[in-house]
C-alpha cells in the first residue's frame, strides 16, 4: 500500500508508484503538511529534492506560518528533476507551474518516482488553475483538500483565496500560471464560499 494520510503520515519509502496531492486555499496548512511528510527524509538515504518555482518570491524554502520549514530547490521548469535518480520529489506551490510541467510529473511516476505535490487549487478569481486541473487528470492516488478558517466570518471553511489590492478584492483575469506575488503588493485572505467575492458573471 503507497497511499498515505496526507496530512500527517510521513512518506513511506516502501516500492511502487503513487502520486499525493495537498490542495487547498492560502493558511489551509499545505506547506504544514509537506514538512510533516517530508522532512523525515532528511535522515533516511532516499534520494529527494523538493522544488518550488523560482516564480515563488516570497521565502528561499518551504515554510509554514506553525513553524517548520524544508530546503528546496527553486527551477523554472520541473524537468531538472529528470536528470537524476531521485526516489521522491515533491513540488511545492505547483499552481505557479507550467501545464507542460505536469508531463514531467507524468513520465516521473512512469519510472517509478513517489511524487508529493501541493498548491492552491482555485486562484484569484476562483477558478481552477490550468496546472491543477492536469494534474489532477493524472488520477493521483490521494487528493487531500486542506481548509483554512474564513479570515472573514471565522468559519473553519475556507476554500478560497481572496486577493484584496488596496483593501478592494484584485479579480483581473491573468494568463495561465502567472504568480502573484507575495510581496506586499497584494493582500490574502483565506474565505469561505459565502465570502469570497467572484468576478462578475
Ligand atoms: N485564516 C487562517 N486559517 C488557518 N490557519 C491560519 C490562518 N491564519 C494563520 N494561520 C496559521 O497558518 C498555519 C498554516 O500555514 P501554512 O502551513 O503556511 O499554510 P499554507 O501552506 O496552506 O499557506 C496554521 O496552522 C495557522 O497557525
Ligand atoms: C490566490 C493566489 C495566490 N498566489 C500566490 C501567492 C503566494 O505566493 C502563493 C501561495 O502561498 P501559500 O501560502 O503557500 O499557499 O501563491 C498566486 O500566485 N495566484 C493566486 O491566485
Redesign the pocket.
Known amino acids: 500500500m503507497t497511499t498515505i494520510d496526507a496530512v500527517s503520515q510521513p512518506v513511506r519509502t516502501v516500492p511502487g508508484v503513487s502520486l499525493d496531492v495537498v490542495l487547498?486555499?492560502?493558511?489551509?496548512?499545505?506547506?504544514?503538511s509537506l514538512i510533516s511528510m517530508l522532512s523525515p527524509l532528511q535522515f533516511t538515504r532516499v534520494r529527494h529534492r523538493v522544488y518550488q518555482s523560482e516564480r515563488h518570491v516570497r521565502d528561499t524554502g518551504v515554510?509554514?506560518?506553525?513553524g517548520g520549514a524544508l530546503v528546496t530547490t527553486k527551477v523554472t521548469s520541473l524537468r531538472e528533476a529528470l536528470a537524476e535518480p531521485l526516489e521522491v520529489v515533491a513540488v511545492d506551490e505547483v499552481h505557479m507551474f507550467d501545464v507542460d510541467d505536469v508531463a514531467v510529473i507524468e513520465q516521473l511516476l512512469a519510472r517509478g518516482t513517489r511524487v508529493v505535490v501541493?498548491g492552491i487549487d482555485l486562484d484569484h478569481r476562483g477558478e481552477l488553475f490550468a496546472t491543477v486541473r492536469a494534474l489532477l487528470e493524472l488520477g493521483p492516488d490521494t487528493v487531500s483538500y486542506?481548509r483554512?478558517?474564513?479570515?472573514r466570518c471565522r468559519d473553519f471553511s475556507?476554500t478560497h483565496t481572496q486577493v484584496l489590492r488596496s483593501g478592494e478584492p484584485f479579480l483581473e483575469h491573468l494568463g495561465g500560471s502567472e504568480a502573484l506575488p507575495d510581496d506586499g503588493t497584494f493582500s490574502y485572505e483565506?474565505r469561505c464560499r459565502s465570502c469570497f467575492v467572484r468576478p462578475a458573471r
Open positions: 487547498g486555499p492560502m493558511k489551509s496548512g499545505k506547506s504544514l515554510t509554514s506560518r506553525s501541493a486542506r483554512a478558517v474564513c479570515d475556507a483565506a
